[in-house]
């Protein structure tokens, strides 16, 4: 595709009356077996008339058991969930499959293709407009169709992220504190057999649109990563995303899945559980700067210690704005960039807890 393409914009087209999506499919989601196919979304453009966005969807089928949806790229600068994603589809064996996983490695394609983090076709966040729309742009009706019918398939499902461009993380697997307590015990005990070595348990600040929240309110099994960022991808986190998926797959019983023989990580460390409990613990640029971070990824500070600076190099003479920690907790994301402006999250400080408290 040329960036030509991209810069067209997709226009809202009206579904025929009676059609429940714009999307189709070869993929059949009742035929035993394993299948790679493709979403197909109706996408005119200059260059191409009766074209189709073309988004990778592959399904493993055997038999009786639970159905799993896993997804990566659903931001197009998150690589480390598509990495392990497109390993396993070619790694794992249909008979080690117990029920059904639907996998999509690039939910966001067009996104993927440019690496960027909202779709360069119509500038939606993938993430941020569920539960879509059938008559929307195209990431709109994509959203739609995931929400519409892949999540109803589902028991649980695990959506691969990371920092992308601007955000990097101490790898951690993520949760939602949830009202209704069964399925949090179950997404809680998911967490704990997934092995990375942190766990974030967040109370969501901003919830509408996302993925996260549709899946919740169907009331089936939600897990999200955040495994390292800076839209690149690094053996560390992949080695603990590929460990963990496996690890999610043999505890919800639908595969006997093993590791890439690359992955060397295997649940080496006990998984530290942390929480933002409020806005403080994130830690938003107030002016514009060089953003100098004085802890590394993984630290424990205590509350009142410096973590960075912003320093003002137009101004030689003025003195960096130093940045503190506003509680006890651990140093689990940074800005990636060094230049940073007045609104960008410089970093995020989780509090410690204890398993037994939750
Ligand atoms: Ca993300």
């Known amino acids: 595709m040329t960036d030509e393409n991209f810069l067209v914009m997709e226009k809202s087209i009206p579904?025929?009356?009676?059609?429940?999506?714009?999307?189709?499919?070869?993929?059949?989601?009742?035929l035993e077996g394993k299948q790679i196919s493709y979403l197909r979304i109706p996408y005119s453009r200059n260059t191409s008339a009766w074209g189709r966005l073309l988004i990778p969807i592959v399904q493993f089928k055997n038999g009786d058991g639970p159905t799993m949806?896993?997804?990566?790229?659903?931001h197009g600068d998150e690589f480390e969930g598509p990495v392990v994603l497109i390993k396993l589809i070619q790694r794992l064996k249909l008979e080690n499959v117990q029920g059904r996983i639907i996998i999509m490695p690039a939910v966001n394609l067009p996104a993927h293709l440019q690496s960027t983090r909202l779709s360069p076709i119509d500038n939606v966040d993938l993430n941020r407009c569920f539960p879509g729309s059938k008559t929307g742009s195209v990431t709109q009706v994509l959203a739609h169709y995931i929400n519409d019918f892949i999540v109803p398939?589902?028991?649980?499902?695990?959506?691969?992220?990371s920092g992308g461009t601007s955000l990097d993380f101490a790898p951690c697997v993520v949760m939602h504190q949830l009202e209704d307590k069964e399925i949090?015990?179950?997404?809680?005990a998911a967490v704990r057999a997934y092995g990375a070595p942190f766990a974030l348990y967040l109370k969501e600040g901003d919830p509408d649109g996302?993925?996260?929240?549709?899946?919740?309110?169907?009331?089936?099994?939600?897990l999200s990563t955040e495994l390292?960022?800076?839209?690149?991808?690094?053996?560390?986190?992949?080695?603990?995303?590929?460990?963990?998926?496996c690890n999610l797959l043999n505890h919800f019983g639908v595969a006997k899945a093993n590791r890439s023989k690359y992955t060397r990580y295997k649940n080496k460390t006990t998984t530290?559980?942390?929480?933002?409990?409020?806005?403080?613990c994130f830690i938003t640029a107030e002016d514009d700067g060089l953003f100098e971070p004085l802890v590394n990824l993984g630290d424990r500070v205590k509350a009142g210690q410096p973590i960075g600076q912003l320093h003002h190099i137009t101004t030689p003479a003025r003195r960096p704005f130093l940045l503190k920690a506003n509680s006890d907790g651990v140093f689990i994301c940074r800005r990636v960039q060094g230049r940073a402006e007045a609104g960008d999250c410089l970093a995020v400080i989780a509090t410690e807890e204890e398993w037994e408290d939750l």
């Not at 390292?228 to 590929?242: F, L, M, P, Q, S």
């Not at 530290?272 to 403080?280: C, I, M, N, P, Y």
């Open 272 to 280: 530290t559980l942390l929480r933002t409990a409020d806005e403080s």
């Open 69 to 74: 949806f896993i997804s990566g790229g659903i």
């Open 184 to 188: 949090e015990a179950k997404t809680l």
């Open 15 to 30: 579904v025929p009356e009676g059609a429940k999506t714009r999307v189709t499919t070869d993929l059949d989601f009742d």
């Open 228 to 245: 390292r960022g800076g839209a690149t991808v690094t053996k560390d986190a992949v080695d603990i995303a590929d460990n963990g998926l």
């Open 210 to 222: 996302l993925l996260d929240t549709a899946v919740e309110k169907a009331k089936k099994v939600f």
């Open 153 to 161: 398939k589902a028991d649980y499902v695990l959506d691969m992220h």
